[in-house]
């Protein structure tokens, strides 16, 4: 009876210390890498033609066809108040699940699928680099010579912005 | 208490079925009361309880036999004509049915509640007594009563189980043979239901019991479904074997263009039938949200002390389910309306020199392609002049607000949140909700409500629905280049003019035509396009309308007539100005969708603020 609880307890112990495994998506926004949980990623995809949509926040770059849905696209370098850039052949979107619904998002460009521990998530801290909202940040991760900045999309508009979004 | 029910299939057969059953009854029921000697109409009712009953008691529903057993009984002594039918009778009848609904929907929600049925139960049972020679069933309570017709009734599954031959026998003790049978299947929870401690009584008449999440399709037409499936994947095939040829380079230019031209006929017919078959199997009779109404008009003319001659015309007229399922409660809301505050009392009705009983039509018809629902009555008709005053009292207008109104638009007043004529709230109405109501959810279906009403002689409510929510006829303009599509419902005609014969009047831009001023909205300045250079001096001016406003929409092109579907932007961008929706054109790329009616009272407030 000991014996079979010894190696459980150590299991315990064990990712206690370094947490369940999480992969992330990275990507690349204005030099900074940011990292989204895998699992709310749907596809990634190349520009595609986008429908301007009138009288929307100036992020909401407009909707796409996405195989016959249609789905809102929002520009994150506008979203978080970085310096606009073109898009180039790195440009991509990707389109996540977002409170239950899909939205695209425009990224610089999509780098890997990384593996880290949730250990290794640290909290961010008060001063951030770039103009990406406190809200959204989930964690910033450190792994030698590259620094992840966690995001958690489902708060990447404010009450505020929800608010307006329905009331338009 | 969750259901511990063996065979879920089963237990949704018996939702399904009794829900439907019990749907037809109340109808049939306040038809009956007109009716009292329709024996056929009354076998039918005592059939569905019947079947209601024997299924209940095959699943070991205890609360919904004893009370579904007891109305049974009385049914059956009104159809051997032992009693009468009587308002008195109906009541009590109809709060059976009701507390039935109740306890079904109980049963849908997974979770038996004990509710106090012996108050109904109480009810019922002196009128099986009244005339004690003609006793038929005991007063006790039997769980298991009528076995044998709940076993027939579960093994003949969905379809009317009890032919009208076998009817009569029903009522006779069980076999104690098969009577162990329904307990065996699943164990009822007879030790609750006796403990009548019901934590509230059958209040709601079930409302909700109806809901559309299943659908019944005619056989026929699913196979017509399937023969066209057929023809598509036949059609595909076609394709991908002209481009294999096309490709491979066994197939010259010219042949291949032919070839293609037909198959793009082809594919073109199949999906368009294709597409009517789908539209069809998703068409239901108005009938639906109609039968509901007679036992509400019933129940309220009698709350109200008021006599109504309920009418309803053109209950088959069919329409895409989406809109059944909405229209429901706008025309409970306007029923009601009509009784509380359109129709008079008898007595005021006779010194008014009408016929006491006041009329309530309720009619359905089709024109072109949307419905129209119009609820009438002959009572009072709106008092303009009170309307107003209400209003301003209620700070929703000022007096030169009022003064500037035409009649339409103080007809329009009833339907400011927060309006009511009535200095108190009562069960019924007066708190200034409903009629907001009524407006937001016809809009939202993209429909339009209209009022027609003469002071004394009544007032008339004009619904008019689109048939689909799905698929519509637009017509697709350029606005700076950017594509917009305009539902073709409400475009009236389409013009080429000149820019310079724009007039300004008061800062708004309006055109002259014929014998009216035209107000004019630009669609690149609503949509804030970014113009392009060159401007030429002619450009398109597409007139929509909604009842009688109308107002020109100035767009540089117009590029064509399209069926499209309609996509929704999704939550985020729901309520964006002037934009219904969206759809996907040929080419793939998304174009948005012009809401007309909003452009209409954006339109007219521009016109009205200046």
Known sequence: MSNALAPMKLDDVHSGEHGKLIQLVSFNLAQEEYGVDVLKVREIIRMPIITRVPNTPNYVEGVINLRGKVIPIIAMRKRFSLADADHDKQTRIMVMDVGGELMGFILDAVSEVIRIASSEIQPSP?????????????????????????LDLEKIFTQDERRLFSNL | MPIDCEDQELLEGFLTETTELLEKLDDDLVTLEKTPTDSDLLNRIFRSI?????????????LLVRVTHKTEDVLNRLRKGELLVTPEIMDVVLEATDLVKTLVSDIKASEIVDREVDETINKLIPLLSEQAAAQQAPPATDASAEPA???????????EPVSPDQAPQEPQPSPPSTAALPPAVTPPPSGAAKKAAAPKPADKGGDDLSDSSTVRVDVKRLDDLMNQVGELVLERNRMIQLNQDLQGGSSDQILFGEEFGK?????SFVTSELQMQV???????????????????RSLSRDLGKEVDLQIFGEETELDRSVVDEIGDPLIHLIRNAMDHGLETPDERMAAGKPRTGTLVLAAVHEGNSIIISIKDDGRGIDTDRVGRKAIEKGLITEEQLAAMSQRDMFDLIFLPGFSTKDKASDLSGRGVGMDVVKTNIKKLNGLIEIKSEKGQG?????????TLAIIQSLLVEVEGEVYSIPLSSVLETLRVDQRQFHLVGGQEVLKLRESVLPLIRLEQVFKVQPRSERGDFCYVVVIGAADKRVGLVVSRLVGQQEVAIKSLGNYLANIPGIAGSTILGDGRVTLIVDPVGMIDNGEGAAAGR
């Open chain 1, 126 to 150: 008060t001063v951030v680099t770039s103009g990406v909202d406190q809200e959204c940040i989930a964690g910033i991760i450190n792994q030698a010579e590259r620094l992840l900045v966690l």
């Open chain 2, 50 to 62: 019947h079947t209601v009953k024997g299924a209940s008691s095959f699943l070991g529903f205890d």
């Open chain 2, 149 to 159: 017709s709940a076993v027939d009734t579960a093994t003949s599954a969905q379809e």
């Open chain 2, 263 to 267: 198959l793009t006929k082809r594919m």
């Open chain 2, 279 to 297: 539209l069809k199997m998703r068409m239901i009779p108005v009938e639906k949200v109609f039968k509901k109404f007679p036992r509400i008009v």
């Open chain 2, 459 to 467: 007032s008339e409510f004009i619904l008019r629905l689109p048939l």
